[in-house]
């Protein structure tokens, strides 16, 4: 019998897959859900836990932090930021791969239940008030195979690892309108679609043949992937009823093709963020997340800042007197975090509403607050707005420490995209819920 390495196998799936998509330019503009100050967008980015003494502020004034050197690059635009810090889980004992990040309660003495993270349970209940978008929920994340990934709904879905598969499947359908009748789609693009969407057809046969040839864990993964492939298969039907020839003006340009070295999962995840920054111009998605490495590990190869190990044992776990490999890479994760507010700042809504990020809420959220100690005591959270956006900001940043539930800052994400019916997310147990309080404007 023929083995096959997962890893290789699921990326082989992965080039296959982008290669052969191509959404249509379709889009339901969706407004705000809720009145207020309600962004249009929101974007996770899921990190293993850290050290405490590592991302502390230096000291706090009021709620104003003295960033420290790991955290130091927010100082450039702390006007947007508030860091949170002491939340405590619902389980703090739960550590690796448990579901808690994201889903505000995971594993259960009862068992599993409520195993939906926050951004795909906004993407369903935006999808249940009738507000849709080419790409509901865009997951991207290179080397995320080594343990679970943050991202649940009923069961753990997998992010696209490629650049090259997360661009095809992205903009492949980003094509111009009917040069004849702009107001109706193009019936070339059409076609493309149709045959790329047999395509998938054919190709998802094929991966099925190769079920027999795998592994019990081989083929859980593989299930993921096929589930992938019926979700994508659902978005270019539904996405060819209609359109408008793709979005126009603002910010929306179609980046270049990822070019660099892929192979490198710290450059690849730097090329997702540019795909997440374009998708969100362009109005192909309204909900997005980037998970670095895995709950289990991540491959940090970083030569420009000096910086080769693996994040978990190497760095969390090793040798490593003061944390300074682990700071080293708290401040290079937090630079790209700063990059993506810097970009999102940049780019123009379409309407004039402002920029990107003055209809965008970013959350940087993780799946344990100790990672040293392996405990969910006290997790952390740094989370962007724009101008007049969902959060309350100041000029010299906010520092917020609570003994709330975690949980009630994944409610303040829901909030946030208008979403307030609560039913259904997170622990049945905590009773009435409600966002952190002191956390939106007002």
């Given at each position: ?8 196998f699921l990326?082989?799936v ?13 889009y339901d503009?969706?407004a ?6 309600k962004?249009?967008r ?5 990190t293993?836990?850290t050290?405490?003494?590592?991302w502390k502020?230096?000291s ?6 003295t960033?420290?050197?790991?955290t130091?690059?927010l100082?450039?635009v702390?006007?947007?930021i508030?860091?949170?810090d ?6 703090p004992?739960?550590?690796h791969?448990s579901?808690d990040?994201?889903?505000g ?5 009862n ?5 939906i993270?926050v951004?795909q ?9 009738g507000?849709?978008t080419?790409i509901p ?6 080397d ?5 990934t ?12 490629s ?9 492949s359908?980003v094509?111009?309108s ?5 107001d ?6 059409e076609?493309?679609l149709?045959?790329?969407?047999s395509i998938?057809d054919?190709?998802?046969g ?9 592994g019990?864990?081989q ?21 060819m009823?209609?359109?408008t020839?793709?979005p126009?003006?603002?910010g929306c ?5 990822p070019?660099?070295d892929?192979?490198?999962p ?5 090329l997702h963020?540019?795909?997440i920054v ?6 192909i998605t ?5 998970q670095?490495?895995s709950?289990?590990m ?5 030569p ?11 760095l969390?776990h090793g ?7 682990l ?8 630079e ?13 809504e379409?309407d004039g509403?402002g920029?990107?990020?003055?209809n965008?809420l ?6 344990m607050?100790d990672?040293p100690?392996?405990?969910?005591n006290?997790?952390?959270?740094v989370l962007?707005?724009g101008t ?18 975690h ?15 609560y039913s259904g ?7 009435a819920?409600?966002?952190?309080p002191?956390l939106?404007?007002?």
């Amino acid at each position: 019998m023929r083995s096959h390495s997962r890893r290789n196998f699921l990326k082989g799936v992965g080039a296959s897959l982008g290669a052969s998509l191509l959404f249509s330019p379709f889009y339901d503009s969706i407004a705000n859900a809720a009145p207020g100050k309600k962004p249009k967008r929101l974007l996770i980015f899921f990190t293993m836990g850290t050290a405490p003494e590592v991302w502390k502020p230096k000291s706090v004034s009021g709620e104003t932090p003295t960033f420290s050197e790991a955290t130091s690059p927010l100082e450039e635009v702390k006007e947007h930021i508030v860091m949170l810090d002491g939340l405590p889980s619902a389980s703090p004992g739960n550590n690796h791969g448990s579901a808690d990040g994201l889903t505000g309660m995971g594993y259960h003495s009862n068992g599993p239940y409520g195993l939906i993270s926050v951004d795909q349970f906004i993407v369903e209940k935006l999808k249940g008030a009738g507000l849709a978008t080419p790409i509901p929920s865009l997951l991207l994340g290179a080397d995320t195979s080594g343990g679970k990934t943050g991202f649940y709904k009923n069961t753990n879905l997998v992010p696209i690892g490629s650049p090259m598969s997360a661009y095809s499947t992205v903009f492949s359908g980003v094509t111009p309108s009917n040069p004849t009748n702009p107001d109706q789609p193009d019936p070339a693009a059409e076609a493309r679609l149709r045959r790329r969407k047999s395509i998938l057809d054919n190709l998802k046969g094929e991966i099925t043949t190769l079920k027999g040839n795998l592994g019990q864990e081989q083929q859980f993964k593989l299930d993921l992937h096929l589930e992938s492939l019926r979700q994508i298969e659902n978005r270019l039907a539904g996405s060819m009823t209609g359109g408008t020839g793709g979005p126009t003006g603002g910010g929306c340009s179609v980046p270049t093709s990822p070019s660099g070295d892929m192979s490198n999962p710290m450059k690849a995840n730097q090329l997702h963020l540019d795909i997440i920054v374009g998708a969100f111009a362009c109005d192909i998605t309204r909900v997005a997340a980037i998970q670095w490495g895995s709950d289990q590990m991540m491959n940090v190869n970083l030569p420009e800042i000096g910086l080769a190990d693996e994040e978990h044992n190497g760095l969390i776990h090793g040798n490593d007197p003061g944390h300074a490999k682990l700071i080293k890479l708290e401040k290079w994760l937090h630079e790209q975090f700063v990059g993506v507010i810097k970009k999102l700042k940049a780019l123009p809504e379409a309407d004039g509403s402002g920029s990107l990020l003055d209809n965008t809420l970013i959350a940087w959220c993780r799946d344990m607050g100790d990672a040293p100690a392996h405990t969910q005591n006290e997790m952390k959270f740094v989370l962007a707005s724009g101008t007049g956006g969902y959060l309350k900001t100041a000029p010299g940043g906010r520092f917020i420490r609570s003994q709330e539930r975690h949980e009630r800052v994944l409610l303040s994400l829901c909030d946030a995209m208008g979403v307030t019916d609560y039913s259904g997310f997170g622990d049945p147990a905590l009773g009435a819920k409600s966002p952190l309080p002191g956390l939106a404007a007002t």
